[in-house]
């Protein structure tokens, strides 16, 4: 659906965006196809949602017909001889077990993470594998409780600055990650401790001796670093990321908000983070200031 009314801040908003984009691409970049961005709002003022009237999927079937010519004196027939028997073959796979589906690679169907080149291994700092071990730590389901357990703990131990929620946020990320230690080392010596062994791993903190990679698969999807983008036609290295993050004024604001916040970025590096008994991908990227 369409809100009619937010048509004339959605078109000051395409011309605002497109001019932030300005600052961040060359004139190279802006072909017609961008230009066309700030048309679509009229267009949909005219005519409606734009899914009920564009051709792109009728273009991209065409091209998929016109890859089953085989024999260009007989291009209808080559079209209709291939198009039953990929139908049939389809069919058939929806009753028999243990087939692939025409057409979708295995490692993309299955979601399959691995990596896609060599890797060179090297010692990085220890503030920066600090910060992916908590990003890791931050976004595990099962450390969750723990990290309202070390808020209370961070609240309790220093009553003064429990409302002044930056600092709280600050000092939890500084020690957090040696509470964590400690404190699940000190559940696995009792007899019925609740511990996993993933959550043991994950506590005893990562190699630093870490493998740095090119490429990675990641759920089907391939990643990138920049340096390999660079020598390339297609990128893969661009990144997006939604944050529930706090939000500040300036260094002195004692009111951060709560919220959530995108951050654009390019991959640097492609880390392979080791806790012995498996391992985590993780991106070391360059964020675009958008401020």
């Known amino acids: 659906t369409v809100d009619v009314s937010k048509l004339d801040k959605l078109e000051e908003d395409v011309v605002v965006t497109l001019c932030l984009l300005e600052k961040y691409f060359p004139p190279s970049f802006f072909d017609i196809m961008v230009h066309l961005v700030v048309h679509l709002v009229r267009e949909v003022r005219l005519c409606g949602p734009v899914y009920f009237r564009w051709m792109y999927p009728l273009e991209r079937y065409m091209k998929v017909l016109k890859g089953y010519v085989q024999n260009r004196t007989r291009p209808e027939g080559c079209i209709a001889e291939r198009y039953i028997a ?149 990128q893969n290295s661009g990144v997006y990321l939604l944050a529930h993050t706090m939000q500040v004024a300036s260094a002195k604001d004692k009111k951060p908000i709560l919220s959530n916040m995108g951050f654009y970025g390019v991959i640097q590096e492609i880390w392979d983070l080791d806790y012995q008994k498996f391992t985590i991908p993780a991106f070391r990227c360059d964020w675009i200031d958008s401020s």
């Open 86 to 234: 990929e139908e049939a073959v389809e069919f058939c796979t929806q009753h028999l077990s243990d087939v692939s589906t025409v057409g979708v690679p295995s490692s993309q169907k299955m979601g399959v993470s691995k990596p896609l080149s060599g890797c060179t291994v090297s010692v990085v700092d220890q503030d920066l594998l600090n910060q992916a071990h908590l990003y890791v730590l931050e976004n595990t389901e099962e450390v969750l409780p723990y990290i309202e357990q070390h808020m209370i703990h961070i609240k309790t131990a220093y009553p003064k600055f429990r409302k002044r929620t930056k600092w709280l946020q600050d000092k939890h990320n500084s020690i957090f990650i040696q509470w964590l230690r400690f404190k699940v080392q000190s559940e696995l010596e009792e007899d019925n401790h609740g511990a996993s062994e993933n959550l043991r791993w994950l506590a005893a903190d990562p190699n630093m001796a870490v493998p740095l990679y090119r490429s990675y698969l990641i759920k089907g999807i391939k990643f990138n670093i920049k340096a390999q983008d660079d020598v390339r036609t297609t």
